[in-house]
DNA sequence: CGAGCTGAATGATCAGAGTCAAGAATCGAG
DNA sequence: CTCGATTCTTGACTCTGATCATTCAGCTCG
């Protein structure tokens, strides 16, 4: 990806379509390509953080780590998201990891450079200021996903969430399981229990990373009753 | 809290302190007191969203509310603090609600007013980003709480954090056993066994809502250990 | 093609925290 | 001060989902 299509990237991106054609450039041009292997950390919690990321191609996992090492995944970022901003305004070192379950390529954007376009264009603060509040809103609803659904209302909301977006009724999940698991708070085994039931009583067919939902009905009461 | 006051009271709140005085004294004058008793809404899930609150005294309790009515406190709002500002820039209803804990007077921002003042002083605007990042922060150190935490570990946690900032070793709950307790995403029953349990085994000292601690270190290897 | 990995499924067991029910203590209004 | 209503504590029991251990399936690579 060469300046003029990094350009052409950030134009389609939400948070910086609204810029000016010349701030466009400015960013396009400071902005660094970073490529990254499946398996290779981006940062790890506690390194400094120069900037905030916008994801290109591939997936990239953001996890927390506790103290015995076990890790929990936050977040799964697809093409066109970003993330890290909310660190880089706060000028702390990162809480989380970020980490490529696939090959990925990610552009970089200083915070200098962000900064300087925020001051220049009160429209982009603006934008910046609902994405993040979108952010707090979809956190939100994992603090009350993880609190007061079980096992398999979650697993049931995950699946009927995916769906909404696509009119066929194939969920392709986009990562293994075992992180799938953990992004939604269940260990693998619980997972695959779920996803068992769920095959006899709600009709789902689970075929490697594909599960097919004839009824979404009929998915959807498993969330009601115990 | 007439006028001038108000031009006070926001001049020492970190998000307006760095305001020019005429850009206060606007604010100021558009800001409208409300009041509210023990026990008073002042917004549900589903409201529309018109502008943020500044809490000048009393204590506000922020809640999820799930299908069967379950209540689960997301957050409990002292004195100076601001809430609702992400859902002003989102414009879409609540997804949470707001009721007094205590008699209480809160300065209501006008959206309009807001956003004014936002394009006209980028400060404001980067100190309101920093502001909605801290926030998302402490939203995912909620989460990194609930879901990788037990319950012991969870109330030492806050013990040990209420007690950073006195300095000397009594906590003071800063609402009833219930409420703090669904805050820690416990129930009644087990949070009063917790503290049971950490009296016999940490020293720990609780008396109503007032909870001394003799020995921090001695409280904080409960945390470790099983 | 077979050895060795990684990811996934399944079974048996266990434990942490929730639920239900019953008292005790505390608070607040009159 | 007293009655009634919350709020808190304690006990007995249950249940969801974690843990541990094993087997199985699918790949990759020499």
Do not use: W
């Not at 305004?89 to 450079?113: G, K, R, W």
């Not at 699946?159 to 009724?169: A, C, I």
């Not at 986009?174 to 708070?185: D, W």
Request: hydrophobic share 40%; aromatic share 6%; glycine share 4%.
């Amino acid at each position: 990806m060469s300046g003029p299509s990094t350009h052409a990237f950030l134009k389609h991106i939400p948070l910086f379509s609204v810029c000016h054609e010349d701030e466009l450039s400015r960013l396009a041009e400071r902005a660094i390509e970073q490529r990254y292997e499946k398996g290779q950390m981006l940062f790890q919690r506690g390194d400094p953080c120069q900037g905030m990321y916008v994801l290109v191609y591939g997936r990239i996992k953001i996890a927390i780590v506790a103290r015995q090492g076990t890790e929990k995944v936050i977040e799964i970022i697809h093409p066109s998201q970003s993330f890290g901003e909310a660190v880089m305004f706060l000028e702390q070192p990162y809480p989380v990891m970020a980490q490529a379950v696939e090959d990925s390529l990610v552009l970089f954007i200083p915070a200098e450079t962000l900064f300087t376009a925020l001051d220049d264009d009160s429209r982009l603060a603006r934008r910046m200021l609902a994405g993040l509040s979108m952010r707090l809103r979809t956190l939100l609803k994992d603090v009350e996903t993880y609190t007061l659904e079980s096992a398999v209302e979650r697993v049931v909301g995950y699946l009927l969430n995916s769906l909404e977006d696509s009119d066929d009724n194939v969920v392709n999940l986009p990562v293994n399981k075992q992180t799938l698991a953990s992004r939604l708070n269940l260990t693998p085994e619980t997972f695959s229990r779920v996803l068992q039931k769920l095959s006899e009583q709600a009709g789902i067919v689970v075929e490697g990373r594909e599960i097919r939902v004839p009824d979404r009905n009929k998915l959807s009461e498993m969330r009601n009753l115990a």
